[in-house]
């Protein structure tokens, strides 16, 4: 009886988890720094977690940054310090984010008119009641 209620209880959990694989494209504006922020927003309630973010440009950069945060104030977790043109860069942990705060991509000296390509890949998941 135990196992079938913890099969249940994990599929109600499974149902408030929705999965997400975006990929973003996004023009090089600015070479001494383009910030690139997930664009998807979160509903209120919801967290989202990257399982991997990749991060790639044709023309290459300086440098690769992930982190979390939001358009005044980001924290970084990962660094790429020697990106190579043409190859994908994946975080190598998983990170959390909440309401305000989601995925951002630091390319610094970049390419002008490079192209770089951040792919989202993650799920958002209802934060659980206290």
């Known amino acids: 009886m135990d196992t079938k209620l913890k099969a249940g209880e994990k599929m109600a959990e499974e149902m408030k988890r929705n999965s997400f694989d975006r990929e973003q494209p996004q023009g090089v504006t600015n070479v001494t720094l383009e910030l690139i922020y997930d664009e998807e927003k979160l509903k209120t309630g919801w967290e989202r977690i990257y399982t991997v ?3 790639h440009s044709l023309l290459g950069a300086l440098k690769f940054r992930f982190g979390t945060g939001d358009k005044s104030k980001q924290k970084w977790h990962e660094e790429e310090p020697a990106p190579v043109a043409g190859v994908y860069y994946n975080t190598e942990r998983e990170y959390h984010a ?15 008119s490079g192209i770089i390509t951040v792919i989202w890949h993650g799920y958002d998941k209802r934060i659980r009641e206290r």
């Open 53 to 55: 973010v990749s991060i």
């Open 98 to 112: 909440r309401q305000e705060h989601l995925g951002v991509v630091g390319v610094f000296g970049a390419c002008p």
